[in-house]
C-alpha cells in the first residue's frame, strides 16, 4: 500500500479518538450546538478519509475502461477528492476551526490556511519544488491562436481552464506565475487549493501534463501533503479536546 494511505488511515484512527472524546463531554454535559457541531463535522471527516484510504480500484460496467491506462490517474483522483471532503469538513465548521486560531468569515481560502498553518506538514520544500518541476515542463496542447506551440503545463492549464473574468486569491496567483511563465512563485497551500477546483472539473486529465506518469506523481505529491495535514490535525484536535 502506498504510504500516503497509511498515513489517511493513521488519521483516522485519531479522527476517531476526537469523536470518542466529544462523546464523552456530550454524555457529561448534555447534546447542545457546540458538541453536535463538533462530533458531526469529526465524524464526516472520519468516514471519508476511510474511503479515500481503502479505495484500491474503480470498476466500470464496460471492460474497456477498466483496462483504460487513466484508470489509476481516476483513482487518485477520486482519492484526493475524498480526502479534501474529510478536510473539509473540519475546517468548514466555526465549532472546529476555532480550536486552531480565528476563523475568516466567508473566506473558504484563508479557513484551510488555517488548518495548514497548524498543521505544518512535513517534507513540503522538496515536494513543492517537484511540483514547480511538474509545472514548469512545457508540453504540445491544443490551445486557441497558440497552435503547435510549446507551452508550460501550468500556462496549459491557465489558459484552458482558468477564465480570465475568474477573482480569488488563488485564482490570481495561478494567472500572475502563468503569465511569468514559472510556477515557482506558486506556495503549497495554493496547489493544494487549486487542485481542489481542478479535480472538481476533471481539468488536469486533459492533456496539460503531457503524460501519464507526470500527472500521476503530480497528485501523489499533492496527497502525501494533504494526507500530512490530515494526521497533524487529528492529533492537534485530540490534544485539543
Not at 140 to 150: A, D, E, H, V
Not at 174 to 193: E, F, H, Q, V
Not at 209 to 222: A, V
Request: proline share 2%; charged share 20%; hydrophobic share 40%.
Amino acid at each position: 500500500m502506498i504510504q500516503h494511505r497509511n498515513t489517511l488511515l493513521e488519521a483516522r484512527k485519531i479522527y476517531s479518538q476526537c469523536a470518542n472524546k466529544v462523546e464523552q463531554h456530550i454524555a457529561q454535559q448534555g447534546l447542545n450546538d457546540l458538541l453536535s457541531t463538533q462530533v458531526i463535522g469529526i465524524g464526516v471527516a472520519t468516514e471519508w478519509i476511510r474511503r479515500a484510504a481503502e479505495m484500491d480500484n474503480i470498476c466500470y460496467m464496460g471492460k474497456n475502461l477498466n483496462k483504460s491506462k487513466n484508470n489509476e490517474l481516476f483513482v487518485e483522483l477520486l482519492r484526493f477528492s475524498f480526502s479534501w471532503f474529510a478536510l473539509n469538513a473540519i475546517f468548514t465548521r466555526k465549532e472546529l476551526l476555532n480550536l486552531f486560531g480565528m476563523p475568516s468569515p466567508n473566506n473558504e481560502y484563508k479557513n484551510f490556511c488555517l488548518i495548514y498553518d497548524s498543521a505544518a506538514p512535513t517534507n513540503v520544500s522538496l515536494r513543492l519544488q517537484e511540483l514547480h518541476q511538474l509545472l514548469n515542463t512545457t508540453t504540445n496542447t491544443r490551445l486557441p491562436n497558440m497552435s503547435n506551440q510549446s507551452v508550460t503545463t501550468l500556462q496549459a492549464i491557465h489558459v484552458k481552464y482558468l477564465p480570465s473574468d475568474i477573482r480569488g486569491k488563488t485564482a490570481e496567483a495561478i494567472r500572475d506565475a502563468a503569465d511569468a511563465g514559472s510556477a515557482n512563485s506558486l506556495d503549497m497551500p495554493t496547489l493544494l487549493y487549486a487542485f481542489r477546483n481542478w479535480s472538481v472539473h476533471g481539468n488536469t486529465l486533459h492533456g496539460c501534463f503531457g503524460s501519464h506518469s507526470r500527472f500521476y506523481k503530480y497528485s501523489c505529491l499533492l496527497q502525501e501533503t494533504l494526507a500530512d495535514v490530515h494526521y497533524d490535525t487529528a492529533q492537534k484536535l485530540c490534544s485539543i479536546l
